[in-house]
């Protein structure tokens, strides 16, 4: 049964029955010679006993004992016990409830649950006898027994083996068997370590769980004993070996040489292709003659391609493939398929701002810029009009075999709308439009062929100023006007609407020469002249010209309605005014009156010259 004994303490420490003779230690040590507490001091026993013999042997036999104590007592001194926080050897003598009861010596003994002796992801295996490290938390608990830690100790021979290895740049032996934010958690046989997302491997990994639970190396990162912080990498260990084999298959390789290989993966831009330890990239450029929008269009993950070897790094062992290169290349006969302003069918594969593309065969493609797409739409996105995967007639306008380029026009395998128009539509023809735009300086009529003609300003009214004859039109109104010019080059019709009514100025001026007299109605008084109308024009004489008599210059002199006779001095088509003046047609009345009947050197007056004149009309 379970005895207690001093300890150093002064507290307890349990055995097991049958564990043989009580070992002594953690007792107090003897105190020396000569001490009054001593049960060896005779000065303790009472005075005047007499000392029989009786009392001689018992006093002999207790000596006898003390000897033997003290030896025993000495000798577990001198047994060195555990330090607490080091790791100790024990042996397992039994597993009950979950935990191994474990002996670590000295009489003492230790429980540790099962689970701690268990790999992650693995079932624990611990039997009765077997002999394992454990890490010595406290001597004695309040149950009087060692406090141990399995876990705690393969943490501490980890971390040990770990500074080795990091310390030598050694690789490590782990298993990933957690998720934490921002990658992996991985038992390193005892020591837990952080394995980054992007140290997972050389690409992106979209599923992990293949590489749970495996053991693999790894190379550390990065440690630090006291915050218990250790990064590892396995994309390391990877990037090197894929370095070695990439460098073996390298070397057996050649620019210019055909493989066979399998598709690893597919990018935006190309796919990967495993030449057999090594990748190479296939640009997506690189796969066929005619273009690919995306490599999946022509490969899939797994598929065996034939590929060539376009160009090797040896520095960065990057492999350039090509698919095209085996293929024969379309433009070698481009030239003498296509000459210059032939026409031919084309398949359109891709619109931008500034044209389209139309494939004429696979691999030749040419471009219609957006300036050859229509006559009419200048301002158009070429979207609106041609649309991916159409069928359109091009012609061919340049070739340039260097660039591997070739330019197409839409518009021109159509006849030129303002050619037809000016074919069909003369000057002076009458047509019928719709207003489209009214601008600062005219409207722009809607005609056939999707074509524009504009009416400025000037031929909009015979009657109005421009700026006043516009505001009597909106947008959507549908009018008629005289075609007056088409310029086909500049590709440019101007109409006239005033045309349709005649021209007033043509008509009225008609059979009128410079010198005529004619008459004149007052239609308005000013002050610096009066303004008349001949046959519907308006002209305006000046004061100046009133008279030739200064006197009589006066425009008061004169009323609305009085009928004039005047002289035109002046005709100008462009301001489609006439110059008059009574004054010219006096000087020119007395002139030709000299002329007829006196001399301005005889004395007579002009009343005179002009009386006779009449006096011999009447005659």
């Known amino acids: 049964m379970p005895y207690t004994r001093a300890c150093r303490s002064g507290g307890t420490a349990t055995r097991r029955a049958g564990s043989g003779p009580p070992a002594l230690f953690r007792f107090r040590k003897p105190r020396k010679s000569g001490s009054t507490n001593s049960p060896q001091d005779p000065r303790r026993q009472p005075r005047g006993r007499n000392k029989t013999l009786k009392g001689t042997s018992r006093h002999m036999a207790q000596n006898t004992s003390m000897e033997e104590f003290e030896a025993l007592l000495n000798e577990s001194f001198e047994m060195d016990t555990p330090a607490e926080g080091s790791v100790v050897k024990g042996k397992v003598i039994a597993i009950e409830a979950g935990q191994a009861i474990i002996d670590v010596g000295y009489k003492m003994e230790g429980r540790v649950d099962v689970k701690e002796f268990a790999n992650p992801g693995e079932a624990a295996e611990i039997a009765v006898g077997d002999e394992v490290e454990v890490y010595l938390r406290a001597s004695e608990n309040a149950r009087g027994e060692a406090v141990i830690s399995r876990e705690m100790a393969r943490r501490e021979a980890a971390w040990d083996r770990l500074e080795k290895a990091y310390a030598a740049e050694e690789r490590v032996e782990g298993a990933i068997f957690g998720r934490v934010k921002g990658g992996f958690t991985v038992d390193l046989g005892g ?59 390298i070397a057996k390789l050649a620019e210019g040489q055909a493989v066979d290989g399998v598709v690893k993966n597919i990018t935006e831009y190309g796919a990967f292709v495993d030449l057999g330890g090594v990748d190479g990239l296939l640009h997506v ?22 590929v060539q070897v376009i160009k ?6 990057r492999i350039s493939l090509g698919m095209k290169q085996l293929q024969d290349d379309p433009w070698d006969a481009v030239s003498a398929k296509y000459p210059l302003e032939s026409v031919h069918t084309g398949r359109v594969t891709n619109i931008t701002d500034y044209g389209a593309f139309v494939e004429l065969e696979p691999g030749v493609e040419g471009l219609v810029h957006v300036s050859e797409m229509s006559w009419t739409k200048k301002n158009v996105h070429p979207g609106k009009i041609v649309s991916t995967s159409q069928e359109v007639e091009v012609m061919v306008l ?18 030129n709308p303002w050619e037809v128009f000016a074919e069909t539509h003369p000057e002076g023809t009458e047509v019928e439009g719709e207003v489209k735009n009214i601008t600062e300086f005219g409207l722009f009529i809607g005609l056939e ?21 516009i505001q009597n039109y909106r947008k959507g109104d549908v009018v008629k006007a005289k075609v007056t010019e088409v310029d086909v080059e500049k590709e440019r019709i101007s109409l006239s609407i005033k045309a349709l009514d005649g021209d007033p100025y043509a008509e009225a001026i008609g059979g009128i020469k410079r010198g005529s007299i ?28 009133l008279s030739r008599d200064r006197a009589e210059q ?49 004395g007579a007056s002009l009343g005179d010259i002009l009386g006779a004149a009449l006096k011999g009309d009447d005659d």
């Open 398 to 415: 340049e070739i340039d075999e260097a660039k591997r380029r070739v330019s197409l026009g839409l518009k021109q395998t159509m006849r």
């Open 285 to 306: 450029t690189d796969m066929a003659w005619r273009r690919v929008n995306h490599p999946s269009e022509i490969l899939s993950i797994g598929e065996t391609v034939k």
């Open 449 to 469: 062929g999707d074509i524009d003609g504009m009416v400025h300003l000037s031929d909009l009214s015979w009657d109005e100023r421009g700026e006043e004859a």
């Open 554 to 602: 006066r425009p008061e002199r004169f009323q609305v309605g009085d009928k004039v006779d005047v002289r035109v001095t002046n005709i100008d088509n462009k301001s489609r005014r006439l110059g008059l003046s009574i004054k010219a047609r006096e000087i020119a009345e007395e002139k030709e009156a000299v002329e007829q009947f006196g001399s301005s050197d005889s």
């Open 191 to 249: 020591a837990v370590a952080f394995l980054p997302g992007s140290q997972v491997d050389v690409r992106p990994v979209r599923d992990a769980g293949p590489l749970m639970g495996l053991k693999q190396p790894f190379q550390i990162l990065k440690m630090d004993r006291r915050r218990g912080n250790i990064v590892v990498s396995r994309r390391a260990i990877l990037e090197e070996s894929r370095a070695e084999q990439r460098a073996e298959v």
């Open 312 to 317: 090797i790094n040896k520095e960065t062992h």
């Open 518 to 545: 004619i008459t004149v109605e007052v239609t308005s008084i000013e002050d610096g002249g009066i303004e008349v109308e001949y046959e519907g024009m308006k002209s305006f004489i000046r004061r100046s010209d």
